[in-house]
């Protein structure tokens, strides 16, 4: 892989992981928990398909790659997930896509919840 695409990466990714912060921390001054993340990961979704649908094939590869893997991969994984999901929907893998969702989710707390408990609990505060 290319160091420059790596930097580019590196550096949208920067960028994405203090907006998700920023934002994140300003709607959970503003409405709490758990609201603070189900904003962050449904502009993340609404910003990498609109990019995506506007800007891939118009800017150039490593650009399209640093925004979308490096800024929204940082803002959110969870724009990359809802994009397999489209993915998976628009070739008509329906159940494929239901197993992913469902499974992703439920493997997803399951592995929180172990690695909790693995690490002592929630620590006090």
Do not use: K
Not at 7 to 34: E, N, Q
Not at 61 to 81: E, H, Q
Not at 92 to 99: E, F, Y
């Amino acid at each position: 892989m290319q160091a420059q695409l790596l930097f580019a990466i590196a550096g949208a990714g920067a960028l994405g992981a203090v907006c998700r912060y920023s934002l994140g921390h300003l709607v959970l001054l503003l409405l709490g928990s758990p609201w603070h993340t189900a904003v962050v990961n449904v502009l993340g979704c609404f910003g990498f398909g609109l990019i995506m649908a506007v800007y891939s094939g118009r800017w150039s590869p490593l650009v399209t790659t640093a925004v979308l893997a490096g800024f929204f991969g940082a803002f959110t994984t969870f724009s990359a997930f809802a994009f397999d999901g489209v993915a998976l929907l628009r070739e008509g893998r329906w159940l494929v896509c239901a197993a992913d969702l469902v499974g992703q989710n439920l493997l997803g707390l399951l592995a929180m919840w172990g690695g909790i408990t693995l690490g002592g609990g929630f620590p006090t505060r």
